[in-house]
């Protein structure tokens, strides 16, 4: 018996059974990259997280719209509320347009998203397109009090929204604990409490990103947007919101608080968070000098990197542990998931090639018969139980074993039913390649196996071997190259037709 799907809510604590809103559909909403700079492992992770999420629930047949937004807006240099907006300030400084910034770094990550074969979300909302719907919900925040304007800027009163609701309930943080640890105000600033964040800043007269509002021309602060756009493509209550750890307070919890107030209602039901990634232990961080961005590691260009991993290998890391665990980067651990990677592909491979064959006579042996469905049966196991991809590797690796049994001994696939090795074939296929999303990516240099087969031409050619001559040339040119007879050699060149 299969169990139900389980998933761990961080809102509530538990892991608990998952039962969308209004099955079959589930919306749900991810923080996306803010793209002001080079993706790297934890943006792989976080993305890499929710996209089996995705895809395990379209498997399961769940119709899913998933939103993962862009922050091109309202990201401000001290993560909090404070200083110059990220983006904005790398412009100023490089004398380029914000877009061309948020851009460039929206393009480079979705290359990079595209080699993780990350699937591209439903809708993909930038902040900076939805000033209009930000807006709206602050001045709603304005109206019911739970807002107010202080030199054109609008902060959120979490005093107030704490008086009649549970603040801090996602990440478990306390008013008062929270009061102690942040720092005093100076008296120059525009908050009446620490704790209160910025819903729209004033623009100085040099900050180039602003829009007209009715307190100042200014910018949305960071939390509002997500707030804006998840009710905007799913409503005021939905199915999951998603993001990295780190995300978890102040802009979780803010976001709970801006929807809360605004909509009367929770907007997700289920929160899920992904853990973050260490390098040989140590957070990672730019001024530790173990800032590895996705392009480094494909490259191997980085003093930390013994060589370069191709993307599946990085995927099949991460899908190495469960993402709530914590998981630590290493050229060991690349190359061993480098190695685990290829064996899952060479499982495919062997797949491909083989077939059911059942000559007259033949008997299906019972025991073999209940293992092989057992073995099927485990590999949905660890996807069920909040989407724990390393149980499921380690199902895919146990039935492996059989696959490789059938190989290596043909006859033996009769020992089971052709429903039963069908299934397994379907199955193997579908998780190793839909659910998990790792594909077959050939790394071969194409210049080095096209020159070994110019060997075996010349070779051919010296045995006066015509017959082989001419299939190679035939060979090679149906896949678009030419053999080349020169006069001391033999050469190749792109068949121009
Ligand atoms: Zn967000």
Known sequence: MLTPLQVYNTLSHKKEIFEPIHAPFVGMYV????????????????????????????FSGYKVRYVRNITDVGHLENDADEGEDKIAKMARLS?????????????????????????????????????????????SLVEQGLAYESGGSVYFDVNKYAASNEYGELSGRKIDELLNTTRELDGQSEKSSPLNFALWKKAS?????????????????????????????????????????????????????????????????????????????????????????????????HDLLHRAYSPMTIRFFILQAQYRSTLDFSNEALHAAQKGYLKLMNGLR????????????????????????????????GMNDDMNTAMTIAALFNLLKKINAFYTAPASITNVSEANFNFMKQQYTAIVGDVLGLVEENTADTNQLILVLLDFYKEAKNNKDYAKVDEIRATLKKQGILLKDMKDRIDWAYDEI
């Open 31 to 58: 923080c996306g990259p803010t793209v002001y700079g080079e993706a790297h492992l934890g943006h792989a992770r976080s993305a890499i997280t929710f996209d089996i999420i995705f895809r395990y629930l379209t």
């Open 95 to 139: 004398q380029l347009e914000p877009m061309e910034i948020a851009n460039f770094y929206m393009n480079s990550y979705h290359q990079d998203m595209s080699k993780l074969n990350v699937l591209s979300p439903s809708i993909e909302p930038l902040a900076s397109g939805h000033i209009v719907e930000q807006l709206t919900m602050i001045q």
């Open 350 to 381: 062997i797949l491909r090639g083989l077939n059911y064959a059942n000559p007259e006579g033949t008997m299906v042996n019972d025991a073999a018969e209940a293992e092989l469905k057992k073995l099927n049966e485990d590999l949905l196991l």
């Open 205 to 301: 007269p040099e900050h180039i990103m602003r829009w007209p509002s009715p307190w100042s021309d200014g910018f949305p602060g960071w939390h509002i947007e997500c707030s804006a756009m998840s009710k905007k493509y799913l409503g005021d209550h939905f199915d999951i919101h998603g993001g990295g750890m780190d995300l978890l307070f102040p802009h979780h919890e803010s976001e709970i608080a801006q929807s809360k107030a605004c909509n009367h209602t929770a907007p997700a039901k289920y929160w899920m968070h992904n853990n973050m990634i260490t390098i040989n232990g140590q957070k990672m961080g730019k001024s530790l000098g173990n800032f590895i961005t996705l392009g480094q590691l494909f490259s191997g260009k």
